[in-house]
């Protein structure tokens, strides 16, 4: 089946240091990859995506590279700061449906 | 452009009692929707979801039922609700193919059973 795995968080980092958060999936097929972002008390915001491997999604700063043969979308940035404090939700697209991972949560302290 | 909206924001409701909640997005046609579930401290769960007017697959056996009256409404309800139903709910869309462009959500409703 079709599933989604994500370090558990929470995160903590200081502003302007590099982030990586892991995720790995199990797909039949070939799935497009999702990152989303949950602020405060609010809705998900779509942050990145790929559709294909080796395709790489980019956005505000963030990175994630679709690999195959690793079955990893990671998401990476070179200097985070305070704002980015949210929760990080990877996610795989197949047949009609998003699968979601359980999320990341991101503490950036100044 | 398309939007999604959620209402209300914010939901109080004792134990026992009825639950409508509802999610009208604009700007398209025939979309997909979607309801989901966040428990505090977890991930998200799909509820159920919907290809067109009364068409409605559930994902999780539960408390919970969804109807889609209208081609951009969807309607989240209970009967009786529970202690286990307090949670952040999610409405979402997509186009066609959602599982290559993504969803676009709500900004939410949270329930807190009491």
Same mark, same amino acid.
């Given at each position: ?19 990586? #958060? ?27 995506? !790929? ?47 998003? #699968? ?11 | ?7 209300? !924001? ?45 068409? #409605? ?8 039922? !969804? ?7 969807? #309607? ?39």
């Amino acid at each position: 089946g079709n599933s989604v795995t994500q370090m558990e968080g929470p995160v903590t980092l200081s502003e302007e240091a590099f982030l990586t #958060i892991n995720c790995t999936y199990t797909a039949t097929g070939y799935p497009s990859l999702f990152w989303y972002v949950q602020y405060p008390g609010e809705g998900l915001q779509l942050l990145l995506k !790929a559709t294909k491997a080796d395709d790489k999604g980019s956005n505000k700063g963030f990175e994630a590279t679709y690999r195959k043969e690793t079955t990893s979308f990671h998401l990476e940035k070179g200097s985070v700061q305070v704002s980015d404090s949210a929760v990080y939700f990877c996610a795989l697209g197949n047949t009609d449906k998003l #699968i979601f991972g359980t999320g990341t949560r991101l503490q950036v302290f100044p | 452009s398309q939007t999604i909206h959620q209402w209300p !924001a914010t939901l109080v409701q004792p134990v026992g009692s009825p639950l409508s909640l509802e999610c009208t997005v604009e700007g398209t046609s025939n979309p997909n929707l979607y309801w989901y579930r966040q428990a505090a401290g977890r991930g998200l769960q799909l509820l159920f979801y919907s290809v067109g007017i009364g068409q #409605i697959s559930s994902e999780v056996p539960q408390n919970l039922s !969804a109807s889609r009256p209208q081609d951009r409404q969807f #309607i989240l309800s209970s009967k009786k609700l529970l202690l286990s139903d307090s949670g952040f709910y999610l409405c979402a869309w997509s186009g066609g193919r959602g599982q290559d462009y993504g969803y676009t959500f709500g900004s939410g409703t949270r329930l807190t059973v009491v």
